[in-house]
């Protein structure tokens, strides 16, 4: 099972970003998945997550509205778009896959079992 995250980089305030998981399918295509994100000091929070099936969504209140989370079961990939980036969105961002399978979005850090490596997002004010 592997996650590789992509797409952060320097964005000013106001700006986009899309952040791409690749995965490497098989037992992925059946679990719900989630953007988490990072800064130091602080443990990582659910920035969105996505189920199985990819018809429901859930989104922290930080980031609804302006972030978007999507998965491409043919690409074996989730996405996250990101729009009208502030300071506050400046952390590290982390794709991972819940660990037991289930129906629904899990919401902490602990549910989730399969982690990529993080991509740094910098927003500039």
């Known amino acids: 099972v592997q996650l590789q995250a992509s797409g952060g980089g320097l964005v000013q305030a106001g700006g986009s970003l899309r952040l791409s998981c690749a995965h490497s399918g098989g037992i992925l295509r059946s679990k719900a998945m989630g953007w988490f994100r990072q800064t130091p000091g602080k443990d990582r929070e659910l920035v969105a997550g996505?189920?199985?099936?990819?018809?429901?969504?859930e989104y922290a209140n930080s980031v609804k509205g302006r972030f978007t989370i999507s998965r491409d079961k043919a690409k074996n990939a989730v996405y996250l778009q990101m729009n009208r980036l502030k300071s506050g969105d400046t952390a590290v961002y982390y794709c991972?896959?819940?660990?037991?399978?289930?129906?629904?979005?899990?919401?902490?850090?602990?549910?989730?079992?399969?982690w990529g490596q993080g991509t740094q997002v910098t927003v500039s004010s």
């Open positions: 996505i189920n199985w099936r990819g018809d429901s969504t």
């Open positions: 991972a896959a819940e660990g037991l399978s289930t129906y629904r979005i899990p919401l902490t850090a602990g549910e989730y079992e399969y």
